[in-house]
């Protein structure tokens, strides 16, 4: 307003001064009272703005002196509400760092100050009291939240989340119903209830639960195909091996919509081969494998592929598993399928040429445990041990199988159905819930001997408390070369100490 004037009058000003030079600055004469002015009009024009800026002056410190009161007023609240917000920030940093005590003087001071923000208020004070270990008090503060229509979504997950820090899955569920029920966009509320779902075994309630959540867009497509292929699977599990024919061919129709979700998820993959054998399909079987592995390959992919077939000969089953592993050479599991393969169809050579393909790879027993096999089915016999004495001490990982070569994979309880459901729904990755339990499972260690073949003799004659023959330094010394029996022996050298390759280790 003032700037506004200074302008105006600042322009009136340049006028008058400019029709003043101008020449002829006219009369302007003023009679009050008896009294008479004379003076230019420029002058006269001149004094009435300087009378005018003047009074306006006048008028607005006149106007600040009258609402200083009020404006002092205003700065109060303003600093009151500029400590309150920070009562409230601070408070919420000490009740996320663990620190209860300082989090409720906190949250005392910001219900004292910050009188516009009751709602962050009852929050800071619930979650200062679940820092300060005062679960009463905290549950007596989200339940006072859900009397607010803006508050109730907190104040049911805060009262799910001490329900299931106590141990009451009951309460928790039932809290989580309420909040879904509320708003169906809450991703936590669903969780929970997915969660409870999977930890029943309830697939199908859980199957409903991931479409409904699909439709109103709480998870991703990616995330609920995911999920959704997995209860499938889980499914299919819980009826392949009903005596009803009819929870049979269910469970073959939830192994294919599996298939259908997710083509390159093993376990659904995997059981609609299975029951598709079983039914004598066993053609549709083997691309349907195929088709996985050219997307993805797994091991359990190909140890069904193998059984897919009882009555060919090993050289026949190590060509058809040749042709799975050629539909993606360079991956990894393919490289190990050709090593097994050669080992299968009796191909010595190919297999060792395949197993030092290999040998950049980071060592596992399972790995270890290969490349012993085709050492021993070389006679190298050294090295085979080697690879055992390697693979005592390498990390495990899944082959898949499960307890035996025999056994069917994904042969799981439905708790471990639950963890891999979660895990591959998330996250994508196929976890081996034995495996992490570290259930007890066949060693992937060949059972070789711990010591030299050529050992043999001498320890058989010691327990037999005959004439010992002294061992040959050269183990590979052939039997020709050695001096019969009934010669007279040459001295004995002192024996030489021999180490021997670890013992292998038993079966976990």
């Known amino acids: 307003m003032i700037r506004t004037t200074l302008v105006l009058f600042l322009v009136a000003a340049l006028a008058v001064a400019a029709l003043a030079i101008g020449g002829d600055a006219g009369v302007a ?7 008479r002015v004379d003076m230019t009009a420029a002058a006269a024009a001149l004094l009435v703005l300087l009378t005018s800026l003047l009074a306006t002056v006048f008028w607005n410190f006149l106007r600040w002196l009258l609402e200083a009161p009020r404006r002092s007023a205003r700065a109060r609240a303003e600093a009151r509400r500029k400590e309150g917000a920070e009562a409230l920030a601070r408070g919420f940093l000490a009740a996320a760092a663990g620190d209860g005590s300082e989090a409720r003087r906190l949250a005392q001071k910001a219900a004292d100050l910050a009188d ?9 004070a619930a979650q200062a009291a679940e820092a300060a270990g005062d679960l009463p008090a905290a549950k007596s503060a989200y339940s006072a939240m859900l009397g607010f229509p803006d508050m109730r979504l907190a104040g049911l997950k805060g009262l799910m989340q001490i329900a299931v820090g106590e141990g009451d899955k009951v309460g928790a569920v039932r809290h989580a119903q309420t ?15 997915v969660d409870s779902r999977l930890e029943a075994g309830d697939w199908a309630a859980a199957l409903d639960l991931v479409q409904g959540a699909q439709e109103r867009k709480v998870v991703s497509p990616l995330v609920a195909d995911r999920t959704r292929a997995a209860l499938l699977a889980a499914s299919a599990a819980s009826s392949e091996n009903h005596p009803s024919e009819r929870m049979r061919a269910q469970a073959l129709e939830f192994a294919l919509q599996s298939v259908k979700l997710k083509p390159d998820f093993a376990p659904g993959v995997v059981m609609a081969a299975r029951l598709l054998a079983a ?7 083997s691309g349907m494998i195929e088709s996985a592995w050219k997307s993805q390959p797994h091991p359990a992919l190909w140890l069904a592929y193998r059984d897919l077939r009882t009555n060919e000969t090993p050289r026949e089953r190590a060509k058809r598993l ?5 539909l993606n050479s360079d991956a990894r599991e393919s490289q190990i399928l050709k090593v097994e393969q050669a080992l299968i169809g009796g191909e010595i050579g190919v297999a060792r040429e395949a197993a030092r393909a290999l040998a950049s790879e980071p060592v596992t027993q399972r790995l270890a445990g290969l490349q012993a096999r085709a050492a021993n089915a070389a006679g190298a016999m ?22 035996d070569p025999e056994g069917r994979a994904f042969a799981y309880r439905p708790e471990d159905w639950t963890r891999l459901v979660a895990v591959y729904g998330e996250t994508g990755d196929l976890i081996h ?3 992490e339990r570290r259930e007890r499972t066949i060693s992937d260690l060949p059972n070789l001997p711990a010591a030299y073949v050529e050992s043999t003799p001498f320890l058989a004659a010691a327990e037999a408390g005959a004439a010992m023959m002294p061992i040959p330094d050269d183990p590979g010394v052939p039997d020709h070369a050695r001096p019969p029996q009934g010669d007279p022996q040459p001295p004995a050298p002192a024996p030489r100490r021999r180490r021997l390759a670890s013992t292998t280790r038993p079966a976990k």
């Open 179 to 193: 909040a879904y029920g509320l708003a169906k966009t809450a991703r936590w509320a669903w969780r929970a209830l």
């Open 116 to 124: 516009d923000a009751p709602a962050l208020v009852r929050v800071l």
């Open 279 to 285: 039914d004598g399909k066993a053609s549709r079987a």
């Open 322 to 326: 040749a042709g799975l592993a050629a």
């Open 382 to 403: 050294d090295e085979a041990r080697a690879w055992v004495a390697r693979g005592a001490a390498a990390p495990q990982e899944p082959d898949w199988s499960d307890l």
């Open 29 to 35: 004469s003023l009679v009050w009272r008896g009294w």
């Open 433 to 435: 819930p034995r495996l």
